[in-house]
T-cell receptor, first 114, second 114 residues
């Protein structure tokens, strides 16, 4: 089953606007939540990540908000730019089982209109 | 420092043939992960290897698929007797050790089965 649920599937935002992508998970053993950015024909690249002991992490225009009790986390892209147009994946990983494979959401295709 | 390298970037096989995908991790990285991405879907974990050891192959189909990471040389993902459903992008990621959160992804191999 899908361990990490992501929405929306696609998103269109005007330049300068805020892009918001949401993810939810069930497994309380997850202890690291990265976001990856993928351009067409390329591999995913780590954008920003958070641990469940903090509620927010900000790096430049990118912010992760984390709600541990609701088991939800979201990516906010402030002042969205056409160059941000890409597919974004949330992911989760647990280190408790001896394996640290990433569980990915299904992706959000972001288009930023000039 | 070169990133994760994968080759070939594109591979075309006919049904029943074998596909061999190669992954060279980043310098100093001894942990390799393979993921598969079907069209319009997120990445799905297949297998996690350290040098000469398979740590977790829970995501790998039990038949036709195998992976190795020898002491010398790249990691190999082998798909025997390929079928059309194997058509996908296969990504390799690496990390320096188990305790490191970040996995660095290669550009992927796009396999097309005719």
């Amino acid at each position: 089953q899908q361990q990490v649920k992501q929405s929306p599937q696609s998103l269109i935002v005007q330049k300068g606007g805020i892009s918001i992508i949401n993810c939810a998970y069930e497994n309380t053993a997850f202890d690291y939540f990265p976001w990856y950015q993928q351009f067409p024909g390329k591999g995913p690249a780590l954008l920003i990540a958070i641990r469940p002991d903090v509620s927010e992490k900000k790096e430049g225009r990118f912010t992760i908000s984390f709600n541990k009790s609701a088991k939800q986390f979201s990516l906010h892209i402030m002042d969205s730019q056409p160059g941000d147009s890409a597919t974004y994946f949330c992911a989760a990983v647990t280190y408790q089982t001896g394996a640290n494979n990433l569980f990915f959401g299904t992706g959000t295709r972001l288009t930023v209109i000039p | 420092n070169a990133g994760v390298m994968q080759n070939p970037r594109h591979l075309v096989r006919r049904r029943g043939q074998e596909a061999r995908l190669r992954c060279s991790p980043m310098k100093g990285h001894s942990h390799v992960y393979w993921y598969r991405q079907l069209p319009e879907e997120g990445l799905k974990f297949m297998v996690y290897l350290q040098k000469e050891n398979i740590i977790d192959e829970s995501g790998m189909p039990k038949e036709r698929f195998s992976a190795e990471f020898p002491k010398e040389g790249p990691s190999i993902l082998r798909i025997q007797q390929v079928v059309r459903g194997d058509s996908a992008a296969y990504f390799c990621a690496s990390s320096p050790d188990f305790s490191t959160d970040t996995q660095y992804f290669g550009p992927g191999t796009r396999l097309t089965v005719l």
